[in-house]
């Protein structure tokens, strides 16, 4: 059965390609964005293809106000009204203290954590909500533990900006908890992806693993099924919800 039309940012790799995946399996039709691994996006759309989903790959960043707003009117021109988003597109910037985080960097990571997602929701609420003729539906931002453990020596401004996403999540939810729109979190542990060689520190999951109760890394489809269980009518009571998907971290 159809389920409409998913956007899924960052959907090109990580924890975003899993879930673009279970979200086909689920059936919705899946935009996924990129900003610019086109080969990777494009992969994930044949992949859900050839199993008979619907996809299509749309390149925005998601912290240029215009680009976003082509990517909503791109999925829904391809793919169908809008029923669910995933604010899933981060970045961390390298690894180390904050007093050698150039601006310039520390700029661009707020900007795409917290702007990004912002702007994403935005657009996504304009869509769906009932008081403006839509049908509801229901997003999910991806913060991170680093909001609650702060990644002292690390990634500080990281963990601030998801600490925003999560407070984000919580007023928005209640801002639009009467216009048929649920508004939830998944805060990951220590994933398994390449976000952690780009920040500078590839084997950062080997290095950190021994201190996670479970003794191990998550894998991207472990926090996917996480994100579309709070998408679904079995989470109908979950509004402003920050889940913890962490191994006990
Ligand atoms: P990843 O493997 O590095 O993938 C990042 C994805 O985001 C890629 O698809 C990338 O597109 C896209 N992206 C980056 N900047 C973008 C922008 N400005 N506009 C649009 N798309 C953009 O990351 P991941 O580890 O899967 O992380 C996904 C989310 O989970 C992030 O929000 C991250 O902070 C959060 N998280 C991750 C972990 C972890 O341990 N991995 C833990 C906690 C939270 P391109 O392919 O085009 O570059």
């Known amino acids: 059965m159809s389920k409409g039309t998913i956007i899924v940012t960052g959907g090109s790799r990580g924890i975003g390609a899993a879930t673009s995946l279970l979200a086909a399996e689920r059936g919705y039709a899946v935009c996924i964005n990129y900003t610019s691994n086109s080969e990777r996006a494009e992969q994930v759309v044949a992949s859900i293809r050839s199993k008979g989903g619907k996809a ?115 007023g928005m939810a209640k801002e639009v908890a009467t216009e048929g729109i649920r508004i939830n979190c998944v805060s990951p542990g220590l994933v398994e992806t390449e976000i952690h060689a780009a ?6 999951v080997q290095r950190i693993a021994g201190n996670v109760p479970l003794q191990r890394g998550g894998q991207p489809e472990e926090i996917a099924k996480a994100i579309l269980w709070l998408l679904s009518d079995e989470a109908s009571y979950c509004v402003g919800s920050i889940l913890v998907v962490s191994g006990g971290r």
């Open 56 to 170: 299509s790959a749309v390149q925005a960043d998601v912290s240029d106000e215009a680009a976003v707003q082509s990517l909503f009117e791109t999925a829904e021109r391809e793919l169908g009204p809008l029923t669910a988003l995933v604010n899933n597109a981060g970045t961390t910037g390298k690894i180390g203290r904050l007093l050698d985080l150039d601006t310039k960097i520390l700029r661009s990571v707020l900007d795409v954590n917290i702007l990004g997602t912002i702007l994403c929701a935005r657009q996504a609420v304009r869509r769906m909500s009932t008081a403006r003729g839509g049908q509801g539906g229901a997003i999910v931002n991806v913060s991170s533990r680093a909001a609650q453990l702060g990644s002292p020596n690390e990634y500080v401004h990281y963990a601030a900006s998801k600490a925003a996403v999560e407070t984000f999540t919580i």
């Open 199 to 204: 920040g500078g520190d590839a084997g950062r």
